[in-house]
């Protein structure tokens, strides 16, 4: 495969935050915590998910990372990943908010963050009404109420349907490592995560993936804010060898990189999204 890096373009599209010409898309950065997923017991389904949904949505996903369940760790990587995207960006957490010992993602992040935790008393009683139409009806335990027992000084965000909180500790959102809740209450405040669009071209070709690198290196060289990357087709049934996909936040520039493609490789057919 091969791919150029894109540079950086103008305007963000959200109510909620405004670039100015010339600044950088926001980044963002997902730490996945748990040791089952660091022994393979789970397998982790958020990532993929959450790379798609952000790269919709204009913003940059620039690291992924799985820790244990550990204080240090997690505090350590927190400071990492807010560094990495800076004051604009985004960390997402997924796992470790449920009632049992290795749950420790809320302390974690408090400590990090400089903050105590408290019991978030609205999500206390959604909790208990939760709880409570069970059948049977469940007890509210110490352990349960852990997970109403948050940073202090967050937003906190509600999913419709939902009483599991959305916390919002300085930009690091933290959620739960179930992917049907992980991506409800994604979606339930996606307004909230959004970037500059981009410009998509794909590009079916019969030529081999070797006989093309050197002009895909030449049109990447000559278009540097265009991500160009090269798939061979390896199903069986398709009417192509290679797919070469063109991105980027510039229609005028994605669109001068396929011309340059097209310029020196026989393309079979094409789709553009603008």
Request: hydrophobic letters at 40%; a neutral charge.
């Amino acid at each position: 495969m091969l791919a150029r890096r894109l540079g950086t373009w103008a305007g963000r599209l959200c109510g909620v935050r405004l670039l100015s010409s010339g600044a950088s898309p926001p980044k963002a950065a997902l730490m996945i915590i748990g040791d089952e997923v660091l022994k393979g017991s789970i397998e982790d389904k958020n990532t993929p998910w959450l790379a798609k949904k952000l790269y919709s949505r204009g913003i940059d996903l620039v690291r992924v990372e799985v820790v244990p369940d550990h204080l240090a760790e997690v505090g350590y990587t927190l400071h990492r990943m807010r560094e990495k995207v800076g004051k604009d960006g985004f960390v997402f957490t997924s796992g470790g908010i449920g009632p049992t010992h290795d749950d420790i993602t809320y302390q974690a992040i408090a400590e990090a963050s400089g903050r105590k935790l408290e019991v978030h008393e609205p999500t206390l009683q959604l909790m208990r009404k939760f709880f409570a139409a069970k059948d049977p009806p469940q007890e509210l335990n110490e352990e349960r109420i852990r997970m109403a027992t948050l940073p202090e000084r967050s937003e906190v965000l509600y999913t419709e349907g939902l009483w599991v909180p959305l916390c919002n500790v300085d930009g690091t959102y933290i959620l739960p490592g179930i992917p049907r809740l992980f991506r409800a209450m994604i979606e339930g405040n996606e307004d909230r995560f959004t970037g500059p669009g981009r410009f998509f071209a794909h590009l079916f070709t019969q030529s081999l993936e070797g006989d093309l690198a050197n002009h895909l290196t030449k049109v990447a060289g000559d278009h540097p804010d265009v991500q160009i990357g090269s798939y061979p087709g390896t199903e069986a049934g398709l009417d192509y060898r290679v797919k070469i996909t063109l991105d980027g936040r510039d229609k005028m520039r994605v669109e001068a990189a396929m011309q340059g493609v097209q310029a020196s490789i026989k393309i079979e057919r094409h789709n553009v999204s603008w």
